[in-house]
């Protein structure tokens, strides 16, 4: 979870104090009294029920709790019988709630489940030793899967019908509270993860007490709340359009995936946007969505994907639910066939910039005409990206096997298409290395093109001020114009080749200054210190001496005089 701060989780104790007459409240937590007021009334509606110290079945404690608390929480809490009996003023015995709450952006972030949760309240000694840091591996999701594949078109409808409102689970005396708890995430993990922002879940709810939990399992009917047997005669619950629409799609989603759930439950889990869970609408729009996405990849794949649907795709799906290879393959398409005037300018910037910039520079330079570079410019311009963009078109192109001719197309591209914009120059020039090694690589790599060095490094020096010195230094041996430059000189043995031999065939050896000799070295890859011995071999006599000794006689011999 990189990037976020570390998140801040609050834990709290429900209970009595041995031998006290006062009533079951908060008696410790983690801000040390501060939020107690907002922790005792949070834990308060929690409570499912009135447990008893002689109930036995399906209301004995342990019960476990979960769902959203302070508009943006999710809070789980687990209520049990203390390790050590406590009994209040009266010698009842007392229970004890065990609370931890955390944001839900952070919990959505790496899709925590349920159980999960309840496993780090269980695992508690409350209070702890120190701040509540868990460390909460990614789900299992497989495990999840095959608990619902036991009976798939039950799990499925009954996730369905919780569009419809809240629904109890009955029926299920011999079901113990951790299978309880495994079996509510199961029917969670068939709905989008960002409907945990409003699901509320309780492994025990009483049939005497009203409550405003959305899914629990309960000993018979609670008041005002659907309920259903737990896989048990009667099918699951009767369903809403909505929700029969919701559970096509599910089905519809998990055979796209040939037929694995455990699929259908990454792709329900990967997005982490809050939806409003009463809303069946938004659900089912959400799972449109989800669909849409599914197909389009697999007609991508088989080359049989229309632009529009690409589009849509990109619109209305979080980018969160792509593998980065399928990210790229639906850019890729989207860029090279959607008009950029039809390109929503706050979508691929907010949801993938670290992908959008080197996707956009990489076809720029591998443009097959500078219209089609255009093009792939003009979408980074209007993402506001463009910078950027071109930034990263120059650092990566000296890096490419073919160094030479990447530096000739981005080149031409940067002259051609973004030129005129003074901004992009400035862009540009702050990539030193890459403007040094893209000027070094037109001027001794095969095919060299002098007259295309000459332009990028007049263009890079038309900006305000004083050019740097190693900018000087190429447009002397270019253009043959002495420039005062600023700051030190201290050339690469690749700048001072480049600049010796563009000097020597444009006769401007006389304005190479003394640092570029002096860093002159054999130090090369093949072809460039061919090209540089080709010129050195050739030197007037006056320069020979300019040359460090060991460059003389690697590159002269030896025995080569002084003429």
């Known amino acids: 979870m990189a990037g976020r701060p570390a998140p801040e989780w609050r834990w709290a104790v429900r209970g009595k104090r041995p031998g006290a007459a006062d009533d079951f409240a908060v008696i410790a937590d983690s801000t040390g009294g501060r939020q107690r007021a907002d922790l005792d009334r949070i834990t308060r509606r929690m409570i499912p029920g009135n447990p008893g110290a002689t109930t036995r079945g399906p209301a004995a404690l342990p019960w476990v709790m979960a769902g959203p608390v302070a508009g943006d929480r999710i809070g789980v809490a687990i209520i049990d019988w203390p390790e050590e009996p406590v009994h209040d003023a009266f010698g009842r015995p007392a229970v004890e709630m065990r609370y931890v709450d955390c944001a839900f952006a952070h919990l959505a972030d790496a899709g925590v ?13 409350l209070p702890p030793a120190g701040p509540l840091a868990p460390a909460l591996g990614p789900p299992d999701l497989a495990a999840t899967a095959r608990l619902i594949d036991e009976d798939f078109s039950w799990y499925a409808a009954t996730a369905a019908s919780l569009l419809d409102g809240a629904l109890v689970l009955r029926d299920a005396p011999d079901v113990p509270v951790v299978r309880r708890v495994h079996l509510l995430e199961a029917l969670s993990s068939l709905l989008p993860y960002g409907v945990r922002g409003e699901l509320s879940l309780s492994t025990y709810l009483s049939p005497l007490t009203a409550t405003n939990t959305r899914l629990g399992f309960g000993a018979g009917a609670v008041r005002g709340v659907r309920s259903v047997p737990w896989r048990g005669p009667g099918g699951g619950p009767r369903l809403s359009a909505a929700a029969r629409r919701y559970l096509g799609l599910l089905r519809e989603i998990r055979d796209a995936a040939g037929a694995d759930t ?9 997005d982490e946007r809050r939806l409003p869970l009463a809303d069946g609408r938004a659900v089912v729009a959400h799972a449109e969505a989800l669909r849409q996405q599914m197909t389009t990849l697999a007609q991508l794949r088989a080359g049989q994907a229309r632009p529009s649907a690409v589009e849509r795709v990109l619109r209305w799906s979080s980018l969160k639910l792509f593998q980065a290879s399928e990210w790229k393959l639906l850019l890729d398409s989207y860029v090279r066939h959607t008009p950029v005037t039809e390109l929503d300018v706050n979508l691929l910037r907010r949801q993938r910039p670290s992908q959008v910039i080197p996707l956009l520079a990489a076809h720029a330079v591998d443009a097959v005409d500078l219209d089609a570079a255009r093009a792939y410019l003009g979408t980074g311009r209007r993402l506001g990206v463009l910078d950027e963009v071109v930034g990263d078109m120059v650092a990566k192109a000296v890096t490419r096997p073919d160094a030479a001719a990447a530096a000739r197309r981005a080149v031409t591209v940067l002259l051609e298409v973004a030129g005129g914009r003074d901004e992009l120059r400035a862009a540009v020039a702050e990539e030193e290395q890459a403007c040094r090694g893209l000027a070094a690589a037109l001027i001794l790599g095969p095919d060299p093109r002098l007259d295309l060095a000459a332009a990028f490094v007049r263009w890079l020096c038309s900006g305000p001020g004083r050019p740097a010195s190693w900018l000087a230094g190429y447009a002397a041996a270019l253009s043959g114009t002495a420039v005062e430059w600023t700051g030190p000189w201290h050339p690469s043995a690749r700048d001072a080749a480049a600049i010796v031999v563009a000097a020597a065939e444009n006769g401007n050896l006389d304005l190479v200054a003394a640092p570029v000799w002096a860093s002159l070295t054999g130090d090369l890859d093949q072809a460039w210190r061919d090209r540089l011995g080709g010129v050195l071999r050739d030197l ?15 590159f002269l011999g030896k025995d080569q005089k002084r003429r």
């Open 113 to 125: 489940g349920y159980d999960q949760l309840a496993g780090v309240v269980s695992g508690l000694r």
């Open 262 to 270: 455990r699929a259908l439950l990454a792709t329900l889990r990967a």
């Open 540 to 554: 007037p006599p006056r320069y020979v001496d300019r040359l460090p000794g060991d460059v003389r006689d690697a």
